[in-house]
């Protein structure tokens, strides 16, 4: 299971602390590399999941894992009152928090430190909650899920985005090379974190994507799940409501 997939292999602390090590590492280097590495198709994704968000009509808004909050920024286009953009790594929310003041967002948009596993907000107050290339990244999945789905209001949307493997020739051999080859050695020569973008592909080859991501939803009570692939299932957007 992806639990058992860390970035640093020789270090004795747990998943959790190893992600927001990693990330608190990269900050600096992350948005210029996830836009390089993706060729700027992140950018599309994000957008596909704006469309959704919008036809809900939100008032408040989660976004778990924001990293340097592209999506919880994106979500502001949806007009909700509020937005709270959720991050384990400190030193991501710092670059996401000078992101949203240039943008005079601070009004709207909340960058806080906390856990998915142990969200610090009361039951049913969410009317939409997203996490992008984030889940994979959870200690345990079931239990940031679960956290997710008491939240969020009933009758909430939950929108994931995140990434998958391509399962058909030749896309499937091409993402398999780029993955093990060019992404570490462009990630490891840019962000000067060896682990990071090894973990990467590792934790995206781990991760119960497509059908299985939906079986584990419905299994967590979640209603009206469904997935959608993109660019030849290089990843996924699910879709799913309390």
Known sequence: ???????????????????????????????????????????????????????????????????????????????????????????????????????????????????????????????VITVSFGVRNFENLNKGLSEIYRVLKPGGTFVVLEFSQPTKFPMRQLFGFYSKYILPLIGKLISKDNSAYTYLPESVAAFPFGEDFNTILRNLNYNNVSNKALTFGIASIYKAQK
């Open 1 to 127: 299971m992806s639990e058992k997939v860390k970035p640093y292999k020789d270090s004795d602390s747990g998943k959790k602390e190893q992600v927001a090590q990693m990330f608190d590492n990269i900050s600096g280097n992350y948005d210029f590399l996830n836009h390089f590495l993706s060729l700027g198709i992140d950018i599309q994704w994000r957008k596909k999941v704006l469309k959704i968000v919008e036809k809900t009509k939100p008032e408040i808004i989660l976004d778990i894992a924001t990293g340097t909050g592209d999506l919880a920024i994106l979500l502001s286009k949806a007009n909700p009152k509020k937005i709270i953009g959720l991050d384990l790594s400190n030193g991501m929310l710092e670059v996401g928090r000078k992101k949203v003041a240039e943008k005079k967002l601070s009004s709207l948009i909340e960058m806080v430190q906390g856990d998915s596993e142990n969200l610090p907000f009361e039951d049913n107050y969410f009317d």
